[in-house]
């Protein structure tokens, strides 16, 4: 099993539309959780920290269910602009500090 | 954004080539790391870089070898790379608190092609 893994999508849906996917981490000692947004030939750039208590930035929410281990991404009302990948971040405190990144989930909007 | 930045931004390159790859942040983090990111994969981080002292290296070919000289400055020399060394190579940069990494940073990449 993946430490941390991601539906690769393509998600193709319409302007305007609701859109929600998921992160799964096998680490239960996971600490920290991140959603990075990565367009095309372009590096990754941070689009949100994850808290326990879940966090809201306009348009997006992400949430952290620590009993299923799962993170999520909802972004509402969907731009063209919004098209990206979406990558999740999970990090691990133990001895080192442990970065893994999600394959990613690819977000299509259609006009 | 200059707050990371790396050249080349393109390097092609053969087999018995060196070459080093450059990244610079100007964010005043205190840790420096370098990411592959090959077609189809997740990113794979290489090195780890903490005040100029390297904490992690995952195992990776000695054909990479990196080089912190301060925390501003991070390198990466290559010499006799295979052509599945091909990828998008990302530098980033964080603030480590007690040995915890806060939000990374990247520079715009290195895309590498390897003859």
């Known amino acids: 099993r993946k430490e941390v893994e991601q539906d690769p999508g393509p998600f193709n849906v319409p302007e305007g539309a609701t859109v929600a996917f998921n992160c799964t981490y096998s680490?239960?000692?996971?600490?920290?959780f991140f959603w990075y947004r990565q367009d095309c030939r372009k590096e990754p750039k941070l689009l949100m920290s994850v808290y326990s208590s879940g966090n809201e930035d306009g348009r997006f929410t992400a949430q952290l269910n620590r009993a299923s281990q799962y993170i999520s991404l909802l972004i509402r009302d969907s731009k063209l602009s919004d098209s990206a990948t979406y990558l999740c971040v999970v990090i691990s405190y133990s001895s080192a500090s442990k970065i893994i990144f999600g394959s990613g989930t690819r977000l299509s909007i259609r006009p | 954004e200059t707050g990371v930045t790396q050249t080349p931004r393109h390097l092609v390159m053969g087999m018995t080539n060196k070459k080093s790859l450059k990244c610079e942040q100007h964010?005043?983090?205190?840790?420096m790391y370098w990411y592959k990111q090959s077609a189809k994969k997740p990113l794979e981080l290489m090195f780890v870089y903490s005040l100029e002292e390297r904490v992690e290296n995952n195992s990776v070919p000695s054909r990479f070898s990196p080089e912190c000289p301060n925390s501003s400055h991070l390198f990466l020399h290559l010499h006799t790379l295979q052509p599945e060394d091909s990828a998008l190579y990302l530098c980033?940069?964080?603030?480590?608190?007690?040995?915890?990494?806060?939000?990374?940073?990247f520079g715009p990449g290195t895309r590498l092609t390897v003859l």
């Open positions: 964010l005043g983090h205190n840790a």
């Open positions: 680490n239960s000692a996971s600490q920290s």
């Open positions: 980033a940069s964080s603030q480590l608190w007690e040995g915890q990494p806060d939000t990374q940073y």
